[in-house]
């Protein structure tokens, strides 16, 4: 996917060059439906994936763009809870559960756009709450680590999306590797 395009719309619409960050979606090799039954499982990392572009704000707002629905939608940091619209919710739940650490974040300005398709078992949700999570921890420099991110991932699918995944998708997302399979034991998340 060219970038080009993420970055030009983000300028036009925020008036501002934007920071990016990418999380690719995943396949599953071996051990469907067991994730979430603290099986194992053999993910693997795709070329496709989500792109997030972002920029800080000078206040408490936080605007968020999607371009596959060309929908803008705002919120205030002290009032963050899941929506009915259900995209929202996926990046609303990421900062939820970073507010939740009591690690403080300001407004920003975020746009993602994609080329995982939507409801193909390729894991897009996951990529979006695991891309936006790289993005805060990077962007206010919040120091969380890889495997934190992945649980504060599953937690905004689980409380915001109303999702109650296992931890596959979104570790598959964050440690991922091209041309690499995970080994993963999804109770003690070890992992080769």
């Not at 994609?114 to 120091?143: K, M, R, T, W, Y």
Request: hydrophobic share 40%.
């Amino acid at each position: 996917m060219n970038t080009n395009n993420i970055e030009q719309k983000f300028n036009l619409m925020f008036g501002k060059a934007p920071s990016l960050y990418r999380s690719p979606g995943r396949i599953n090799i071996i051990g469907e439906h067991t994730d979430y039954n603290e099986g194992f499982v053999l993910p693997a990392a795709i070329d496709k994936a989500v792109y997030v572009a972002i920029s800080k704000r000078d206040d408490q707002q936080v605007h968020l763009h999607a371009t596959k629905y060309d929908e803008t939608f705002q919120y205030d940091l002290s009032d963050i809870r899941p929506t009915e619209k259900q995209w929202p919710n996926y990046i609303l739940g990421v900062v939820a559960e970073i507010q939740k650490k009591n690690l403080e974040i300001g407004g920003f300005n975020l746009m993602f756009e994609g080329d995982i398709p939507g409801g193909a078992g390729l894991s897009s949700s996951a990529a979006i709450e695991c891309s936006v999570a790289f993005a805060l921890n990077d962007q206010f420099s919040l120091g969380i680590d890889k495997m934190t991110l992945v649980h504060i991932a599953q937690k905004a699918e689980h409380n915001f999306a109303g999702v109650m995944c296992g931890v596959m998708d979104q570790f598959a997302s964050v440690f991922g590797k091209k041309d690499h399979a995970i080994m993963l034991d999804c109770k003690t998340l070890e992992y080769k």
